[in-house]
């Protein structure tokens, strides 16, 4: 684990509220050169915002009617957007450490990390793994992460390759004063070039929200779903015991997207930071998520057990420098194996040799023209003795659900969509097209044989504490 310095948990600093204007010493930092023709040659202040469980489909700027999200639906106006970007699994544990690697699950064997059990254990992402951050650091990147998720801490091996690794349990506005903090704390005309990474937990479950983001999407915030504080209420629903009314579902649905208003609140400041002295214009700017989020439409409220598109669809907005390929919505589908690559190509060339990545530069949709084909993409959780993968190829969706058994074969249901007709993933296809099963599962058992050649070994798992088992519950995450 290469991370020089690491901040455990613990309330936010006071006193770091910092003013736009404070913030116009960053356009040195972007390093913008005295001669012009050496832009092409700097390598660009690269900032990764990822909102946890954020769902595409209640953003504006990909079709949704509430008002959540003026200043991501401003910033994706400037942008390139992918319009069908999905995450490798439905929850943080494993998806994270796939963005930061770009390798599958099984290659990092990060699978598990939750409060079950008397005592629960986490998987920890191997030293062996060469992160995003690790890259762009030997590529000289002053490196800084500001995350809260609990399954971030630094023990578990997300802060390989991170100067500064900050975990604070604060809310996205606090969380981007401490980001804007630390990037005047680098600035200058002889600063390296910075990647920031920012983590916010405000979308997920029990949805952290704000009068102000209430009002906005149309309520009031004691009037938006009052149970959704009991953060027992997800598992009673999950296990049967509580069933939702219509009303109580529309008004858990609304208080997300206040939820969501307040992280766009909250990323508005961000970007003014940003913006200050023109430098963002320099900058590359991605914003993404970990993976969606669930509302019943198979039978569960939140995250991490099954593999239908809403628990896989995530935003994807990539803001170039000088807005290069703004305005411009990409259909093919990409996944979040995607993010590392492109972040390291626009970083620009490395001295020494490229880690082995899954994914592709989604700039080969930007400036290489490439089809939009549509690429098998699959996605994969594990969580004790039951297992999915789904993989999608051609419009068609296949996932295979095995539950293995102590003392018999292990019991499997495999479940097939066309996703072209029914995007809800509604009518399982799988008794009717045999033949489209058949060749789906070959590419998943072909996928499974190719990449255990490229496997890394499986890191240590370690014992879960008391304190962050009980705030891991209170998350909903006891699997």
């Keep these: 684990m290469r991370g020089s310095d690491v901040l455990g948990v613990g309330p936010a ?89 770009s390798l599958y699950p099984s290659q990092h064997s990060v699978f598990e990390g939750s409060a079950h059990g008397d005592t629960p254990e986490s998987d920890v992402l191997p030293d062996e793994a060469v992160t995003l951050a690790e890259t762009l650091k030997e590529r000289g990147y002053a490196t800084a992460a500001f995350v809260n998720n609990l399954h971030l801490r630094p023990r578990f091996g997300l802060a390989q390759g991170f100067d500064r690794y900050e975990e604070l349990s604060e809310p996205a506005p606090v969380m981007v004063q401490h980001l804007l903090a630390w990037l005047h704390g680098v600035s200058g005309p002889e600063a390296r070039p910075f990647f920031a990474y920012i983590h916010v937990l405000d979308a997920h479950w029990p949805y952290t929200v704000s009068a102000a983001a209430a009002q906005a999407v149309g309520g009031d915030r004691q009037q938006i779903a009052p149970n959704a504080v009991d953060r027992s209420l997800r598992d009673a629903v999950n296990q049967g015991l509580v069933k939702l009314s219509p009303e109580a579902l529309e008004g858990l649905i609304a208080r997300y997207d206040a939820a969501i208003r307040s992280v766009d609140d909250a990323l508005g400041e961000l970007l003014a930071g940003l913006t200050a002295g023109s430098a963002l214009d320099e900058m590359v700017v991605l914003v993404t998520a970990d993976h969606g989020e669930e509302f019943l439409e198979h039978g569960l409220l939140g995250h991490g057990d099954a593999l239908y598109e809403e628990s896989l669809h995530v935003p994807l907005i990539l803001r170039l420098p000088h807005r290069e390929a703004a305005g411009r919505r990409i259909a093919a589908r990409v996944t979040s194996l995607d993010v590392m690559p492109t972040l390291l190509e626009l970083a620009g060339p490395s001295a020494g040799s490229a880690p082995s990545l899954e994914g592709k530069s989604l700039m080969r949709y930007l400036r290489r023209d490439a089809p939009p084909t549509d690429s098998a993409t699959i996605a994969e959780v594990r969580h004790k003795s039951t297992s999915r993968q789904a993989i999608s190829k051609d419009g068609w969706k296949l996932i295979r659900t095995v539950h293995r058994r102590p003392d018999a074969p292990p019991e499997i249901k495999l479940e097939l969509y066309a996703l072209a007709d029914d995007a809800g993933e509604r009518s399982d296809r799988a008794p009717v097209e045999p033949g489209t099963v058949r060749a789906l599962l070959a590419g998943l058992e072909a996928w499974e044989r190719d990449v255990a050649t490229r496997s890394l070994r499986r890191g240590d798992r370690v014992r879960v504490d008391d304190e962050t088992a009980a705030k891991l519950r209170a998350l909903g995450y006891a699997h």
Excluded: Q
């Excluded at 006071?14 to 040659?41: D, H, I, K, M």
């Design 13 to 101: 600093r006071r006193g770091l509220t910092l003013s736009v204007s404070a913030l116009t010493l960053l356009v040195f930092s972007c390093g913008r050169p005295e001669n012009p023709g050496a832009a092409a040659s700097r390598r660009p202040p690269i900032v990764l915002v990822l909102v946890d469980a954020l769902r595409p489909d209640h953003l504006g700027c990909y079709g949704y009617r509430r008002p959540t999200s003026p200043v991501l639906d401003s910033l994706a106006a400037s942008a390139a957007l992918f319009a069908n970007a999905v995450a490798v699994s439905s929850w943080t544990k494993p998806s994270i450490p796939s963005l930061f690697t």
